[in-house]
């Protein structure tokens, strides 16, 4: 059903994928940067394969459970779902999950570019570390549709908590790595980053995808990706259970 819903309305999924396309934007400004001399170790060829790859991750990771959540409490049609017998949150990750093979449709031709314009040089060679990005897109999907959810859920207590999820918006775009990579910050604000969960939705993935660590630390970094997976599905379940009860159907 959630697939059908994609495809029925393929048009939106279309404008949604335009409206995240700000790492093209900072492709241009960061080539723009790095013309006279590499940032770090970041060369043209690699700010190229850093934010296709940062276009890619950031379609396969997407989830929009806030606002869905935040309509069906206003509305009232949560009161459907929880008459069915599918879990109203197994419900929403699923069909999120559905989505993802359309948006991988329209948004995997821009690895492809990235492949073709700056070779293989940038990826990964280590097996290991294509087995740890595997498990860092699931975290860093998890991560984005944990935190949707859980802001969601807040929605059963206040009016709304759509400007709750702007403010994780506003972070995110900071911190995750998807304007600006992690590695250039200064590194008081690096090591913060690496203990908040922005990075993990989407500059853990890139980082590994453009072979920017070894196999040690991908792993140290993996673990702490997963930690936040956990702690953030631990606050959607205390969120839910304790909203759900307040929940009264209203509107129209």
């Not at 807040?154 to 009016?159: E, I, Q, V, Y």
Request: glycine share 8%.
């Amino acid at each position: 059903m959630g697939f059908a819903e994609a495809v029925a309305y393929r048009a939106e999924l279309f404008v949604w994928i335009l409206v995240t396309t700000m790492p093209l934007i900072m492709l241009a400004l960061w080539l723009a940067v790095a013309r006279d001399a590499p940032i770090g170790r970041l060369g043209a060829p690699e700010l190229i394969a850093y934010f296709l790859a940062a276009f890619v991750v950031r379609q396969l990771t997407a989830s929009w459970a806030a606002w869905q959540i935040n309509t069906e409490v206003r509305d009232g049609t949560l009161a459907m779902r929880l008459l069915r017998p599918v879990h109203p949150l197994v419900a929403y990750a699923t069909e999120q999950f559905a989505a993802l093979p359309l948006r991988g449709a329209l948004s995997i031709p821009m690895a492809l570019i990235a492949i073709f314009v700056v070779g293989t040089a940038p990826w990964p060679r280590d097996p290991l570390i294509w087995v740890a990005w595997a498990l860092s897109m699931l975290g860093g999907w998890l991560i984005t549709l944990f935190a949707n959810m859980a802001i969601g859920c807040l929605s059963l207590f206040l009016d709304s908590s759509i400007k709750l999820m702007d403010m994780w918006l506003t972070l995110f775009l900071v911190f995750s790595g998807y304007l600006i990579p992690v590695e250039m910050f200064p590194p008081a604000v690096r090591a913060a980053s690496d203990w908040l969960p922005f990075r993990y939705q989407i500059g853990l993935p890139v980082e590994l995808l453009t072979n920017a660590h070894p196999r040690g630390t991908a792993f140290e970094l993996l673990g702490r990706q997963w930690l936040m997976v956990a702690i953030l599905g631990s606050a959607v379940a205390i969120a839910w259970r304790r909203g759900v009860g307040r929940f009264a159907a209203y509107g129209g």
